[in-house]
């Protein structure tokens, strides 16, 4: 029906997601996880300030993400 069952999703509710390295990929990645309703926060060595402010990507430093994130996808 193209549509998704909210059962699938719904785990991803208040997960939070780090994100190591924004480059194009990660920033696809981003993207995603918000749609989900990921709280998503980034590594990234020069952010881009603006995209990550328009998709609630929360900049921390590496060792941050480590130890907030529940999942971590890398992208370097």
């Known amino acids: 029906a ?5 059962s ?9 997601l780090g994100i ?12 995603r996880a918000n749609s989900f309703g990921f709280n998503v926060l980034a590594a990234e060595i020069a952010p881009d300030l603006g995209f990550c402010e328009a998709n609630r990507v929360k900049l921390v430093s590496y060792e941050e993400l480590l130890k907030e ?8």
Do not use: E, N, Q, Y
């Open 69 to 76: 994130a529940d999942v971590v996808t890398l992208h370097v």
């Open 20 to 31: 190591v390295g924004l480059g194009r990929i990660g920033k696809s990645m981003a993207t």
């Open 2 to 6: 193209g549509k998704w069952p909210r």
């Open 8 to 16: 699938a999703v719904r785990f991803a509710r208040g997960t939070t």
